[in-house]
């Protein structure tokens, strides 16, 4: 229960200008919002991914406007989205089409159209650099090798579990921004969520199964990175038109084969797809992706990343930072209803104990 905090309006409106003061920092010049959007690519990836809308501009303005707080940035992000209009919904991306500007396989040396390292971390030596140089680039050879996926080359000799069963047409997927969330969830749903949770627990989600909370052994099949045109459909002219190009990284994992009398052993998947550059947070997304498939393959739920309701209701940094965050806020009424009750107990106590303590006595001192 909440109370109002009298006298309080004009404290508040001190606390937001020494919130202010303290984002424009010392004498020196504000950073861009472009400058932030630029050179903190990941940082604005993130953003946008747990933040739910897909705009770099507006990631990197909110990030300025939280003092680089990540999740008061995405608190930021989502309020705003929730004032969109929707007008149409786009065409499903096909990213076996997606020309990647990174392209690595984990599970084959030599893959059609080649393994692009591209800008990666993965070699660096993780020294701090005294000064942060932009070396000269080569320009890219344009090489138009078809890149299809590495599962699909699995798939081909039928070592993998088909991205769709035999039969199967695709169900309309839910809208968890415009419906409740209800357990059990189909597996649509499921990577709605964790395309929006939080990229720390997913991670440590994902890190739980390789150390045995989990019966998965994953491989990564291929993660690429790139930028994909965005189609939409129009009714009045009949068919597609492009609108823009996003950047995505899509992760497909390859996890420990599973088969059955009725069933050739097949290696099973993982998937996960994120805004701009977010390697990490997209291969989080397929280890737990796979892990929560455990009914699928008649797996028995032994660990908490197979937990679906554990894992999706804790996800959402936002909901999660709220309910976290609130306990700041007055509790005066709950606190003193409390402090009321222990004062009252405590009071019982001391009387039962001074009883027992007379009990205690002998006969004699009582007499």
Not at 182 to 206: I, K, Y
Request: net charge negative; glycine share 8%.
């Amino acid at each position: 229960m909440y109370v109002a905090v009298k006298g309080g309006e004009k404290a508040i409106a001190n606390a937001h200008a020494l919130l202010a003061k303290r984002g424009s920092g010392s004498d020196q010049e504000r950073i861009a919002s472009q400058q932030l959007r630029d050179q903190m690519g990941v940082l604005v990836a993130r953003v946008m991914n747990e933040g739910s809308l897909y705009d770099p501009d507006l990631a990197a303005k909110a990030l300025l406007q939280a003092q680089g707080d990540v999740l008061e940035a995405i608190t930021l992000l989502r309020s705003y989205r929730t004032t969109l209009p929707r007008f149409g919904v786009t065409v499903p991306l096909d990213t076996g089409m997606l020309p990647p500007e990174r392209r690595v396989s984990a599970t084959f040396k030599d893959i059609p159209g080649g393994q692009q390292l591209g800008a990666t971390f993965d070699y660096t030596h993780r020294l701090l650099a005294d000064e942060l140089a932009t070396p000269e680039v080569p320009t890219p050879d344009v090489d138009d090798e078809p890149m299809p996926r590495v599962t699909d080359l699995l798939g081909h000799g039928a070592l993998v579990e088909p991205d769709r069963p035999d039969g199967w047409d695709d169900p309309d997927p839910g809208d968890l921004t415009r419906e409740p969330t209800t357990f059990p969830m189909t597996r649509a749903e499921r990577l709605q969520a964790l395309a929006r949770g939080d990229e720390g627990f997913l991670l440590s989600l994902g890190y739980s199964t390789q150390r045995g909370f989990g019966n998965t052994h994953p491989f990564v099949g291929e993660v690429r990175v790139g930028e994909i045109e965005v189609e939409l459909e129009v009714p009045e002219i009949g068919h597609a038109v492009p609108i823009g190009r996003i950047e995505v990284t899509e992760c497909q994992m390859v996890n420990q084969f599973v088969g059955s009398a009725d069933r050739p052993p097949q290696f099973t998947r993982g998937y996960g797809l994120s805004f701009g550059r977010a390697e990490r947070k997209a291969m989080s997304m397929s280890l737990v992706d796979r892990a929560l498939r455990k009914d699928e393959f008649g797996e028995r739920e032994v660990s908490p990343a197979q937990d679906e309701e554990f894992v999706i209701a804790h996800s959402d940094n936002v909901q999660a930072t709220g309910f976290v965050e609130h306990l700041k806020l007055p509790h005066y009424v709950d606190f003193q209803a409390e402090l009321v009750l222990v004062r009252q107990l405590g009071a019982e106590f001391a009387a039962r104990s001074e009883a027992r303590e007379e009990m205690k006595e002998p006969a004699h001192d009582r007499g």
